[in-house]
């Protein structure tokens, strides 16, 4: 599973830098770069993409593609 687009873009959108936005997730920037980047493995309902969502105001319904992705909005 990865990040939707629409959470990327999001991110990449957004005034601040990408090590601010991931300390306000409470993630650490390079945890952030490789879940941006396809290295790091995300699954359905992960916290750390949720907390995301939460920082940048993004509804959870759009933050995951891939396999069992509709599995995000409950």
């Known amino acids: 599973m990865r990040l939707s687009k ?15 936005i991931a300390h306000e997730a409470g993630l650490h920037p390079s945890t952030l770069s490789r879940m941006l ?3 790091e493995k995300i ?4 916290e750390r993409v949720l907390r995301l969502s939460r ?3 993004i509804c959870e ?3 995951f593609e ?9």
């Not at 629409?6 to 601010?20: G, S």
């Not at 699954?43 to 992960?46: A, T």
């Not at 891939?66 to 409950?74: D, L, V």
């Open 43 to 46: 699954k359905p309902r992960d």
């Open 55 to 57: 920082v940048l105001g």
């Open 6 to 20: 629409t959470l990327i873009a999001a991110i990449k959108l957004d005034n601040r830098k990408d090590y601010l």
């Open 37 to 39: 980047n396809g290295g």
């Open 66 to 74: 891939g396999e069992h992705a509709e599995q995000t909005s409950y």
């Open 61 to 63: 319904d759009s933050l």
